[in-house]
Each structure stands twice: as C-alpha cells, then as structure tokens.
C-alpha cells in the first residue's frame, strides 16, 4: 500500500513539474556570422588623396554577432509575462559589443493575444519594426542614407515603454515612449562621428502591414538633444520618418522606401568617421541644426536556384552642399549592392556580397568598395 501512494505521489510530482515547465520557457539563442572581407576606401578631392585598403576576418555582417535569454510565463487567459535580455560580441577576438551587459536589448512586459504587448526597458524603435523593405548589409544597407532605420545605438532606446498593438488581419500599430536619459545615449551623428547627448523624451510611434504577398510600414520618431560641446547649448528635437512598402510577385520581390530626417539623423550608421587611414580633417562639419536630408531605397529580391539573390539602391540628398555649411566639400549619398545568400539548412547559410558607395557620410569623392564571403548560423 505504502508502495502504491509513494508511486502515485511520485507520479504527481513529475506531472506538476510537466505543467509547470509547459507553462514557463526560457530559450537561450543566438547569431554566429563571420567570414572573409576586403575594403578599399578612397578620398580624393580639392589636391588632398588619401587610401585605405584593409581585408581579412570580417563578423557580423548579415547579422550581429550575438547571444540572448527569452522567455515566457502562461499567466492564464492568453497572457504572458515576457522578458528578452541579448548581448553582441565579436566572433573574432571574442570581446563584448558593448560595457553594457546586454546592449542589444533589455526588457520584461506583458503579452496578450487580445490586447497586444506591452514592455518596458531597451528597446528597438518603431523604425525598425516597420521597416519591410529587401535590404542590403554594411555599405549597401539602407541605414547608410536613412536615420531610425538602422540598428545602431540611436535606435535602441533606453527607459522605454512600447505598446504594440495585437495582429489584426496582418496590421499592427507600435507606440514608444522614452523617458528622459542620462546622457549615454547617441540619438545623432556629427560627420566626424561624434553624438549628440540624449537627455529628452524620445517618441517613436509606427504602423504596418504585412498579408501575403504586400508589406507597408511608416514610422515617426522625435529625439530631444543638446549639442555635444561644452557650452551644452538647446538643440532643435531631431525628427525622423519613413514609409516603405514591398511586394512579392514570386519570381521577384519589390521594395522602395522613402524618408526624411530633420536636426539630425536618428540611428545613423553611415558617418565617415570610422575609416581607419582616412585623414580626420575630412569630417570636420556637423550635422548643423536645421539639416535636412531625403532619403530614397529601392531593393530587389528574387529565388535564384536554392538561394535568394538581392540588388539594391540608396540615395540620399542634404543642404550640407549649401554655401553657409559645406558648400562644395558635401554630396549626395549613393550606395549599391549586390549578394547572394544560399541556405544549407534552416539554420546555416552562406552568403557572398559586393558593394560600392559615393559620398560616404554626405563627405564629397569619399568612395568605397567592399567584398566577401562567410557564414551565418543561427541558434
């Protein structure tokens, strides 16, 4: 008898258990993107003419390199308590990314299926979530030309609050609030690469659509900032917007965007100022108060074989080239890119791409190639 409760209360125990991890999970993922690449970089303009070539290990290329915790609790009723926490690293030397522990994103909420999610921490703007469109990587991705797009620090924002509203018929409406910063934040970029200080609320509110074979996304974000000098002088708030849209014919997939950023770039990853063995004294300007740029992508991508073959353009105009602010040393941006990606399983592919870009970081005659090939694993 004794034998018989001691089974059966065994068995309830492991039954409990079967529940308990039915209803929570915690999945550690992760990105592993490395390879071959080659860059040469040339500035040639007014008698200055300066090169920089460099090749070998290049990682993160498709995708940052990067590991993370996720998971969820079943509160009952279809909601969940959720949590992400994702730090990058380089596969290369194996350093960190960051000094922050999880720089990527940070953040716990609550997920409904009827009433959406809602979650507070670090967290990727609007920008990025409604952004749809075929993109290309390093010089020929879109956040070389466009602001709040990209993936750099500008769009993880910090102190945050995001709404997203639940799937309706493949809509989806987004709502983040930041509060105000200490500081450490880069919510724009000078051309020489230095940023301005975050300590306002930053807004950042989206909308898409996704049903079969059409994507539409918008998104508007609104940044307050001060100048990065020491006389710590009012900044106007930097806005930034974009409606992109694609669809998917089978044999080709379109993609065009269009945009505008204002008093700066929000999350801009196409400043010239990390091109090691480009003299400095090129990047001197700012991105003065009242910058204007437009912003234009186009993207093609079509099945070729068992692989995915992409083509892409970005452009982008400024009133740097005005006589009161750069004048003849300013351009418009122009990137272009051509890869291949060719999956050998769900999780591995490997890739191969070509760029060339003019203009780099609105800097007149900086131009740029690239070329590689690596792997990327997914975990």
């Known amino acids: 008898m004794k034998k018989t409760l001691l089974a059966a209360a065994l068995l309830a125990g492991f039954a409990t258990a079967g529940v308990a991890q039915a209803e929570t999970s915690v999945t550690l993922y992760g990105i592993l993107d490395t390879g071959y690449g080659y860059q040469n970089y040339k500035y040639d303009h007014n008698g200055a003419d300066a090169t920089a070539k460099s090749s070998g290990l290049r990682d993160g290329t498709f995708n940052g390199n990067r590991f993370g915790l996720k998971g969820s609790e079943d509160l009952g009723d279809g909601l969940r308590a959720i949590f992400q926490l994702e730090q990058g690293f380089n596969l290369g030397n194996g350093e960190a990314a ?36 075929p993109n290309g990587v390093n010089l020929g991705d879109a956040d070389k030309v466009f602001g709040s797009t990209g993936l750099g620090e500008g769009t993880r924002v910090d102190n945050s609050f995001k709404y997203v509203t639940p799937d309706m018929s493949g809509f989806k409406g987004i709502l983040m609030y930041g509060t105000d910063n200490d500081g450490g934040t880069t919510v724009g970029r000078n051309t020489n690469g230095s940023s301005f200080a975050n300590r306002g609320a930053r807004v950042s509110v989206g909308a898409l659509y996704a049903n079969g ?29 974009q409606i992109n849209g694609s669809y998917d014919f089978e044999v080709v997939k379109l993609g065009l965007a269009y945009g505008q950023d204002r008093h700066g770039k929000l999350g801009w990853n196409g400043a010239a100022n990390g091109i090691t063995g480009i003299p400095g004294t090129i990047n001197t300007a700012t991105l003065f108060d009242d910058f204007k740029s437009n912003n234009y992508h186009v993207g093609l991508s079509a099945p070729i074989g068992a692989g995915t073959l992409y083509a892409g353009w970005n452009y982008s105009t400024s009133n740097l080239d005005n006589s009161d602010k750069l004048g003849d040393s300013a351009g418009s941006i122009s990137t272009y890119q051509l890869n291949y990606v060719y999956p050998l399983s769900k999780r591995t592919s490997l890739y191969t791409y070509a760029s060339y870009a003019k203009n780099i970081g609105y800097i007149k005659d900086l131009k740029g190639t690239e070329a590689g090939v690596g792997v990327n694993h997914k975990f």
Do not use: C, K
């Open 213 to 241: 074979p059409i994507g539409v996304g918008a998104s508007y974000d609104r940044q307050s900032q001060t100048s990065n000098d020491a006389t710590g002088v009012e900044r106007s708030a930097a806005t930034s917007w």
């Open 98 to 133: 960051s000094t922050r522990a999880f720089h990527r994103q940070a953040f716990v909420g609550l997920s409904s299926d009827n009433w959406g999610t809602f979650t507070m921490g670090r967290q990727y703007s609007a920008g990025v979530d409604t952004f749809l469109v």
